[in-house]
Nanobody, 118 residues
């Protein structure tokens, strides 16, 4: 069982920055894809950014050029650097790790709140 714990959320003004961290309880090299997702009340959870074990990244159009995902396998941590934040970035941000072993398993963190407001 893999446990993921997010941190780094909070309240920030428009145009500000935050860095989210996702710490895993196990070696993340075993997780082929890790990603950040976000959800607001009444809406479906959406993908924000993903990164493969080979370092390939993918971003939602709404965050391209503003957000950067990275992973540090030695620290068992995935990061999401968020710059030029907008009020529409307000959401609960979740970390997900995908294990390809067997039929595949997705592991989710508990989420961290990001609020962008003046």
């Amino acid at each position: 069982q893999v446990q993921l714990v997010e941190s780094g959320g909070g309240l920030v003004q428009p145009g500000g920055s935050l860095r989210l961290s996702c710490a895993a309880s196990t070696n993340i090299v075993n997780l082929s894809v890790m990603g950040w997702y976000r959800q607001t009340p009444g809406k479906q959870r959406e993908s924000v950014a993903t990164i493969t074990d080979g370092g390939r990244t993918n971003y939602a159009n709404s965050v391209k050029g503003r957000f950067t995902i990275s992973r540090d396998n030695a620290k068992k941590t995935v990061y999401l650097q968020m710059n030029s934040l907008k009020p529409e970035d307000t959401a609960v941000y979740y970390c997900k790790g995908h294990s390809p072993i067997g039929s595949g398993t997705d592991y989710w963190g508990q989420g961290t709140q990001v609020t962008v407001s003046s």
